[in-house]
Nanobody, 125 residues
Framework: QVQLVESGGGLVQAGGSLRLSCLGS????????VAWFRQAPGKEREFVTM????????DYADSVKGRFTISRDNAKNTVYLQMNSLKPEDTAVYYC??????????????????WGQGTQVTVSS
């Protein structure tokens, strides 16, 4: 079982940057594929980005490509989401999630077994 705790959210002006962290538990954290999802008020949860256990495979939603970067430090059991050039439409609760690498699909939220509690990101215009 994996427990996930997000941190790093906050209020930032448009064009600014934030870095989110997702701290995972367990000695086998390096095995798990980890993703970031977000959910804005009144909208469905959407995929943002994912990273494989080794960090060799990443995937980004078109809406964040070129602005967000996902990375991980398995020695620290942590996955990071660097968010640059933030826009008001990036405002949402951001969740990290983990899944077994045996599950093949990177984007659907139903593929993910473990979820953090979320961290609020608010981008003012």
């Amino acid at each position: 079982q994996v427990q996930l705790v997000e941190s790093g959210g906050g209020l930032v002006q448009a064009g600014g940057s934030l870095r989110l962290s997702c701290l995972g538990s367990g000695r086998t954290f390096y095995i798990w594929t980890v993703a970031w999802f977000r959910q804005a008020p009144g909208k469905e949860r959407e995929f943002v980005t994912m990273i494989s256990g080794t960090g060799g495979i990443t995937d980004y939603a078109d809406s964040v490509k070129g602005r967000f970067t996902i990375s991980r430090d398995n020695a620290k059991n942590t996955v990071y989401l660097q968010m640059n050039s933030l826009k008001p439409e990036d405002t949402a609760v951001y969740y990290c999630a983990a899944k077994s690498p045996m599950k093949p699909l990177p984007r659907p939220d139903y593929e993910y077994d473990y979820w953090g509690q979320g961290t609020q990101v608010t981008v003012s215009s």
